[in-house]
């Protein structure tokens, strides 16, 4: 099976930073395509933070550019997402994505974290 732990988050004061790391977990051999952030405020659609793909290119939500940096460690197996100048309306629940291909399986599927909760304080 397959698993995304994330940790990181918790409760930062407006103008403070967080590293959010998500690492992969499988029982099998797996290769990672492209992997990404997510986030969702109460009441609100989830949307994407940032993604990254194989081969290092990236791309960001017009809202977060320039503060928001997203990184992947493929020894490691993971994805980093760094939040510098944070703002209260940053507060959100953050998820990690990944497609992941398992040695021995058809195709590849797509993964979720499961969560960690980030709190700005104004």
């Known amino acids: 099976q397959v698993q995304l732990v994330e940790s990181g988050g918790g409760l930062v004061q407006a103008g403070g930073s967080l590293r959010l790391s998500c690492v992969v977990h499988a029982s099998s051999s797996f290769s990672i395509n492209a992997m990404g952030w997510y986030r969702q405020a109460p009441g609100k659609q989830r949307e994407l933070v940032a993604v990254?793909?194989?081969?290092?290119?990236?791309n960001y939500a017009d809202s977060v550019k320039g503060q928001f940096t997203i990184s992947r460690d493929n020894a490691k197996s993971a994805v980093y997402l760094q939040g510098n100048s944070l703002k209260p309306e940053d507060t959100a629940v953050y998820y990690c994505?990944?497609?992941?291909?398992?040695?021995?399986?058809?195709?590849?599927?797509?993964?979720w974290g499961q969560g960690t909760q980030v709190t700005v304080s104004s």
């Open positions: 990254i793909r194989t081969g290092g290119s990236t």
């Open positions: 994505n990944a497609n992941i291909r398992v040695v021995g399986k058809i195709g590849a599927d797509d993964y």
